[in-house]
């Protein structure tokens, strides 16, 4: 399976992105699909899931309100509709696959990784 991350850029605080991830190879549709992002000198950290189905859905609370995660089986592709963005959303967003259906929230609970692509959000 290989993930397609896009979608970043460079955007004034208080805009919006949305960013795409587009999967090749196995079964999406039976995957849970999850972001994450990594700031300089900071940890992984997981943004959003959404299960298989879309019928599950968690966000990270510093984004809840802000950000929307959805999925398109028919397009093999998740995306993540990233709105009033703050500089601290500063960072590499990564999506995940999971086979177990559900969604990653961490390193260890993914099971295929994207390559990632850059927000950055100015002041």
């Known amino acids: 399976?290989?993930?397609?991350?896009?979608?970043?850029?460079?955007?004034?605080?208080?805009?919006?992105?949305?960013?795409?991830?587009?999967?090749?190879?196995?079964?999406?549709?039976?995957?849970?699909?999850?972001?994450?992002?990594?700031?300089?000198?900071?940890e992984l950290e997981f943004v959003a899931r959404i299960s298989w189905s879309g019928s599950r859905i968690e966000y990270v609370d510093s984004v809840k309100g802000r950000f929307t995660i959805s999925r398109d089986n028919a397009k093999n592709?998740?995306?993540?509709?990233?709105?009033?963005?703050?500089?601290?959303?500063?960072?590499v967003y990564y999506c995940a696959a999971d086979r177990g259906g559900w969604g990653p929230t961490d390193?260890?609970?993914a099971d295929?990784?994207?390559?990632?692509?850059?927000?950055?959000?100015?002041?």
Do not use: H, I
């Open 1 to 42: 399976v290989q993930l397609q991350a896009s979608g970043g850029g460079l955007v004034q605080a208080g805009g919006s992105l949305r960013l795409s991830c587009a999967a090749s190879g196995g079964t999406f549709s039976t995957y849970g699909m999850g972001w994450f992002r990594q700031a300089p000198g900071k």
């Open 77 to 91: 592709t998740v995306y993540l509709q990233m709105n009033s963005l703050k500089p601290e959303d500063t960072a």
């Open 107 to 109: 390193r260890k609970g």
């Open 112 to 123: 295929y990784w994207g390559q990632g692509t850059q927000v950055t959000v100015s002041s």
